[in-house]
């Protein structure tokens, strides 16, 4: 692990209450594992992040993001969602392949959702021309998916600007 993955993954260690991570479990009801972390606590701990690393690139918040992501603990992969929603303003087009990949790999609405009105439909709105054009083409295939999670960032993303 990276030394900036390793400080968020102590962050949440430090902050989870096991009484909370099995309520989790059980309201999600996922294979994931559960560390106990609110989520004001994954979002304090992205903030601390921020203010160790300040100026973070787009290239080191992605791949940050991804490896969280690779974790199977949700509090983790919630500190790579909320990564993604503080960095939007960065990301282009092609972050939409990879952020395809946590939204069929998520398969929780507790991270799809914020995937979608937080990051996917932000970088859309404000692409222009070709970039643009190929992010509704890849919004109208997720429509048209079978998996269902993909099926709803692709409905949820055009709503937040509404």
Avoid: K
């Amino acid at each position: 692990m990276t030394e900036d993955a390793e400080f968020v993954a102590a962050a949440l260690e430090r902050e989870g209450a096991s009484y909370r991570a099995e309520a989790e479990r059980e309201r999600l009801r996922s294979d994931l594992e559960f560390v106990g972390a609110s989520v004001g606590a994954v979002r304090g701990t992205v903030r601390d992040l921020g203010r160790r690393r300040p100026g973070m690139t787009r290239d080191e918040a992605v791949t940050l993001a991804s490896e969280l992501w690779r974790s199977r603990v949700y509090e983790r992969r919630l500190a790579a969602v909320v990564l993604l929603q503080e960095h939007v303003d960065t990301l282009d087009n092609g972050d939409l392949t990879r952020i395809e990949g946590f939204v069929r790999d998520a398969r929780l609405s507790a991270l799809v959702d914020p995937l979608a009105l937080d990051v996917i439909g932000p970088l859309v709105e404000r692409l222009t021309g070709t970039a643009r054009a190929r992010a509704d083409q890849a919004l109208d295939r997720w429509a048209g998916e079978q998996d269902v999670w993909l099926r709803r960032a692709a409905l949820l993303a055009p709503t937040r600007p509404l």
